[in-house]
Each structure stands twice: as C-alpha cells, then as structure tokens.
Nanobody
C-alpha cells in the first residue's frame, strides 16, 4: 500500500494559480490510478480530477474542466494538479488518493490510500 503526502497548497488571489503535488512511497506507484478530491468543513469529499496508472486517461469534474490539469511522473512517484484561474469556490482541503481499481472507479472515491490533505485558500 502506498503512502501519500500532498504539498503545494496556500493562499492565492482569485485568478491566480497553484500546483499541488502528491508524493507516493513504494515501488508500485505506477500500478495505481490517482485522484484529487477536495473537502470543505462539514461537507462531503468532492471529486476533482483523476488519472490512470499509465497517465493516458484523465477525468475532471465539470467545475474544474478547462482550469485544472492532472498529470503524473511515474519516475518520480508523484502526481500533480495544476490549478489555473482559481476562484473563491475552489477553497478547500485537497486530498490525493491512490487506487488499484480502474481510474473510473477512483472517481467515485474508492481509494486504497489517502494523503493528509493540503489547504488551498482563494481570496476574492
């Protein structure tokens, strides 16, 4: 089972950009589909983006399509989330997840491992 550590969160003004990183331990990273979710206090975790183990398939929530890009570097055991044109409604704790099922399955939140999260705050 992989262990995940997110980084790259912070405070940014509306219209700005951030790149989140999720570093994974273990030698089997390339076998995991990866996903980003986000969560506000008192709310359910919400799907943001996912990428297949090989990196050739991606999925995005409608709310972030065209603004966010998920990518991965299997040589560095890292998945990224590039976030452009950030808006106050993107404010949340962002989590990465890893799953051995299909990339479509991980979009439902079915992951074998989760990171601890990184806070993203977008000011208006």
């Amino acid at each position: 089972q992989v262990q995940l550590v997110e980084s790259g969160g912070g405070l940014v003004q509306a219209g700005g950009s951030l790149r989140l990183s999720c570093a994974a331990s273990g030698r089997t990273f390339s076998t995991y589909a990866m996903a980003w979710f986000r969560q506000l206090p008192g709310k359910e975790r919400e799907f943001v983006a996912a990428i297949s183990a090989s990196g050739d398939t991606t999925y995005y929530a409608d709310s972030v399509k065209g603004r966010f890009t998920v990518s991965r570097d299997n040589t560095q055991n890292t998945v990224y989330l590039r976030m452009n044109s950030l808006q106050p409604e993107d404010t949340a704790v962002y989590y990465c997840g890893a799953g051995l099922d299909s990339v479509l399955m991980i979009t439902t939140g079915r992951a074998h491992s989760w990171g601890q999260g990184t806070q993203v705050t977008v000011s208006s």
